[in-house]
């Protein structure tokens, strides 16, 4: 992984954490660089303005809840029933339960999409290439 690839994601991880513990009022660039320990205009360099750094926080929601491949693979070994389907949804909430931040994030971020605009779409669009 290249240093900025690597930069990106620590910024955007906290990002989360912000996202978390200060609402979506407390996600600001300055907010970012502090909880990522890099130099203050380190966040704002990578993400230009406060939608731009939201875009990106879904991309890595995805890939910090991706799904286990074996868990997935034996699951979908098995024939349709609602037991299936109870497992299926039982790994989703593993996966939200060991990501606290990550949910308290999609919460924020489902919340400031009710009154952002912007947000909404960009939650809507996650959501569906999601299923």
Do not use: C
Not at 79 to 85: D, E, G, H, T
Not at 93 to 110: G, N
């Amino acid at each position: 992984m290249a240093r900025n690839d690597e930069r990106r994601r620590r910024l955007l991880d906290a990002a989360i954490r912000v996202l978390a513990e200060s609402g979506a009022r407390g996600l600001t660039h300055r907010a970012v660089d502090a909880e990522a320990e890099v130099p203050t205009g380190t966040a704002s360099n990578y993400f230009r303005t406060r939608d731009a750094l939201i875009a990106q926080l879904f991309e890595r929601i995805s890939q910090r809840l991706e799904p286990d491949a074996e868990v997935l693979a034996r699951l979908a070994r098995r024939k349709p029933s609602r037991r299936l389907f109870a497992d299926y949804m039982r790994h989703i909430v593993e996966r939200l339960s060991r990501e606290r931040d990550v949910t308290l994030a999609l919460f924020e971020l489902r919340l400031e999409s009710a009154r952002t605009p912007a947000v909404a779409e960009r939650l809507g669009a996650w959501r569906r290439a999601g299923f």
